[in-house]
């Protein structure tokens, strides 16, 4: 694939791999962070550091697992220096890659993983603070926003707010998809 020798932006001349996605092919569910920090870059996987772990465990407390019911990418597939937010227009550069995974998967529903990823796939006002947890529809699928994992790593206040959205995710697959549930 195209993707793997990717140098549209300049992320691409200081990373270990670009890190494409993983999950279930076939998953329902799509969630999408923001880019690869330091393990992802070097394990060639979304979400497998301290983030990855921390979301993987709020996964399982609604009964979901990685590979079996979802399907993970980001919003930049290139690691970026220091793991700062990519640019608007170094998303810009890489997005087409994204929009490619979703229309192959057709997700019935998209979760967002913290501010950067919400503002680009569902609206650029969103306040993620405000709005996380919150069910936004388009003509292709249902969108929640929800709080990045490592904002709870950071201050654990976070946590029970997320948890709370994943319950209403939980609910929400009930009710729209077909095998995920
Ligand atoms: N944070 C993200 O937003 N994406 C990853 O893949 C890992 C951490």
Known sequence: LDCFVCTNCPFSENRSNVVFG?????????????????????????????????????????????????????????RPPKNRDPLPEEQDLCIDWLRNQMAILKPKIIVTVGRIAAMKIIDPNIKITKDHGTFYENKKALMMPTIHPAAILRNSKHKPLVEDDFRKLKLKIEEVCAHTY
Do not use: T, W
């Open 22 to 78: 993983s999950g279930n092919p076939k998953a329902e569910v799509m969630f999408i962070g923001e880019g690869p920090g330091e393990q992802e870059d070097l394990q060639a996987k979304p979400f497998v550091g301290r983030s990855g772990k921390l979301l993987d465990s709020m996964l399982g407390e609604i009964g979901l697992s990685r590979e079996k019911n979802i399907y993970i990418g980001n919003i930049v597939k290139c």
